[in-house]
């Protein structure tokens, strides 16, 4: 797929459930903030975590994949994605699924996923986008990822419906917990190709249940997570301020799904600031794959589904 970047103008200017917040605080995070706290924090703005192929797993306890192939400096090998198909959070035949894109992977074959073939990503899948904005509302959240024109709406300080409608990025609603963004998702869509939470194809069912929690850090306690990122990911040197030290905003987040995963888990992704310039990646028009010398199955459609 043909990778086009454009640079445009930033536009600088959200019911967490009892076992994410145990999680969070077994992890060894501090303490989730009291839910009476009235300030409402200041996100909003552009926030970057260049790295790939994903998230901080943590150091402890049930996390996500961790990559099985590493390149000579001992990080994961982005040009091969070998999701850890041992981690004891995958069912049987999740492993089995993870295993077998591994394979493919090892093999020299790019197999398709909602990145590489256009598609919407879903949540945890989208955390892979390198940049976002955030924009906090009394009644809406909205982010903006710099890949895609992936835009994600969360209605503040309501339920979920009686009936969820799934969607492409399911129904998120959100609340604060003092200095926290809590935000729930439910409803993800599955009937829909290249149905993964990450980029070693492990897959997801209706039951997919995502929490996440955001919050301003000092760096000192930010820098955790940002060193478990370096030993994991392939940090490109793209937007971020490395030697930046003021606020961090941390993501700290849940995922569970008892039709694929064994247990809860958690991991982290610790944004920084840097440029202010928003290089929006997009799908070019060619949706030629050079690389597979075949076309992307991208979506189609003979009339508007809206």
């Known amino acids: 797929m043909?990778?086009?970047?454009?640079?445009?103008?930033?536009?600088?200017?959200l019911a967490a459930v009892?076992?994410?917040?145990?999680?969070?605080?077994?992890?060894?995070?501090?303490?989730?903030?009291?839910?009476k706290a009235a300030a409402m924090p200041d996100l909003s703005g552009i926030w970057w975590h260049p790295s790939?192929?994903?998230?901080?797993?943590?150091?402890?306890?049930?996390?996500?994949?961790?990559?099985l192939s590493r390149d000579k400096t001992g990080v994961s090998d982005y040009d091969q994605l070998v999701g850890d198909y041992h981690n004891p959070i995958l069912k049987a035949q999740?492993?089995?699924?993870?295993?077998?894109?591994?394979?493919?992977?090892?093999?020299?074959?790019?197999?398709?996923?909602?990145a590489n073939q256009c598609w919407p990503e879903p949540v945890p899948y989208?955390?892979?986008?390198?940049?976002?904005?955030?924009?906090?509302?009394?009644?809406?959240?909205?982010?903006?990822?710099?890949?895609?024109?992936?835009?994600?709406?969360?209605?503040?300080?309501?339920?979920?419906p009686a009936?969820?409608?799934?969607?492409?990025?399911?129904?998120?609603?959100?609340?604060y917990e003092g200095d926290t963004l809590v935000i729930d998702t439910i409803g993800t869509r599955t009937d829909r190709p290249?149905?993964?939470?990450?980029?070693?194809?492990?897959?997801?069912?209706?039951?997919?249940h995502v929490v996440e929690r955001y919050r301003l850090v000092p760096y000192e306690e930010a820098k955790e997570g940002i060193e478990r990122d370096a030993k994991e990911n392939?940090?490109?040197?793209?937007?971020?301020?490395?030697?930046?030290?003021?606020?961090?905003?941390?993501?700290?987040?849940?995922?569970?799904?008892?039709?694929?995963?064994?247990?809860?888990?958690?991991?982290?992704?610790?944004?920084?600031?840097?440029?202010?310039?928003?290089?929006?990646?997009v799908c070019a028009e060619n949706r030629h794959e050079y690389y597979n010398n075949k076309n992307s199955d991208v979506p189609q459609a003979d009339k508007p589904d809206f």
């Open 234 to 281: 392939r940090r490109p040197p793209v937007g971020i301020d490395r030697s930046y030290r003021g606020k961090y905003l941390q993501l700290f987040y849940t995922v569970e799904d008892p039709e694929e995963f064994t247990r809860p888990w958690s991991a982290t992704v610790t944004y920084g600031r840097g440029s202010d310039d928003w290089p929006e990646t």
């Open 126 to 160: 989208i955390y892979k986008s390198f940049a976002i904005q955030i924009f906090q509302q009394p009644d809406m959240t909205t982010i903006i990822h710099d890949q895609d024109h992936e835009v994600r709406r969360i209605r503040m300080n309501v339920p979920h």
């Open 2 to 13: 043909i990778i086009e970047r454009r640079k445009f103008v930033s536009l600088t200017a």
């Open 194 to 208: 290249y149905a993964m939470i990450d980029l070693y194809g492990t897959p997801y069912s209706d039951k997919l």
């Open 52 to 67: 790939l192929p994903g998230p901080e797993p943590l150091a402890s306890g049930p996390t996500g994949l961790k990559n």
């Open 18 to 35: 009892a076992g994410a917040a145990l999680l969070y605080q077994s992890a060894g995070f501090a303490e989730a903030p009291d839910a």
């Open 163 to 175: 009936k969820v409608v799934p969607s492409w990025y399911g129904d998120s609603v959100g609340h």
């Open 94 to 114: 999740t492993a089995a699924v993870v295993k077998k894109f591994g394979e493919l992977s090892r093999a020299g074959i790019t197999f398709p996923s909602p």
